[in-house]
């Protein structure tokens, strides 16, 4: 159930109700909002039934696009429809190739009658400036931490205390938050390791850093310390001076418990992950040199 922005929602039912949608949107905003199950509640709309054969969705999380699947499409596309449209999602458009880009491009230019597609992105600034100008952009905002909360009681049967701690931590995310949900006591216990670290000697973070690695799940431990350093980092976005992309600026000079410094606490928190990504470097010497610097 698509949650939060509520005027969006209102928007398009005028629009399937009036039969006036156009052939062609860009859903953008924060990751894990909603924004692709809101694409799927229209098709659903539209279709009758996710399942439907006038339905195509793309779907890569991280891999590239590639143009064989712009080629698929362009045929599906420009079939007769069994019902009233041909409906598209490409959901994480931002990771079309550049030659997928191109072969979009001139879908876009010369839509076929009944067809609608809805490009789904949080790196929009990714996409071809020529595709974004031949979509209505449509905007998500962040959901509210009592839009969170909420949903957490209603639908997960949560007590209200610890749907509102989760929402606390889920950095606008109701897709984060559902994954925090499915074990809070864990990531609060991560969370209290933390901040013992923090207030640990050397010899204390050392004998802490053999632990972890002989008994814990060290790549789940640094995701849960950045989720929580990340729900309390204000987290400005600025404009690169050589690119035109927007980059994140860990400049704000917050502190967690007066203790760690959330800027500096989020940023080893990156290096120390890229570090875990690459199979060559020592899980223990790269822990431990995190420690060093908290």
Known sequence: MFIGNQSIQKYFGKLIESDGLS??????????????????EILEKLTGSLNSPDLRIIDKESDEIPIADIRELKNF?????????KV????????????????LLKILEEPPGKSV???????P??????IISRCQKIRFQPLRKKEITDYLITKNKLEPETAASIAKFANSSLGQALELAQNFDNFQKNINLLNKLAKADFLGRFEAA????????????????????????????????TRKSRILDFSAPTEVGGE?????????????????????????????????RL
């Not at 931002?94 to 997928?100: E, F, K, P, S």
């Not at 597609?117 to 790196?123: D, R, Y």
């Not at 600034?125 to 020529?130: D, E, F, R, S």
């Open 125 to 130: 600034k990714l996409l071809l400036p020529t």
């Open 117 to 123: 597609l809805f490009l789904v992105s949080h790196l």
């Open 77 to 85: 596309i420009h079939l007769t429809p069994f019902g009233e449209y």
């Open 210 to 241: 053999k632990k972890i690695l002989a008994e814990e799940d060290l790549k789940k431990i640094i995701n849960d310390w950045f989720v929580y350093s990340a729900s309390l980092l204000p987290i400005f976005f600025v404009q690169s001076t």
């Open 260 to 292: 760690i410094g959330t800027a500096k606490l989020s940023r080893e928190l990156l290096y120390l992950n890229n570090l875990l990504s690459k199979p060559q470097f020592n899980q223990k010497l790269a822990l431990e040199n995190f420690l060093i």
């Open 88 to 103: 598209v999602i490409i959901n994480n458009a931002h990771n079309l190739g550049r030659d997928a880009s191109n072969a």
């Open 23 to 40: 052939h062609a949107y860009l859903f953008y905003g924060p990751e894990g909002i909603g924004k692709k199950l809101f694409a799927k």
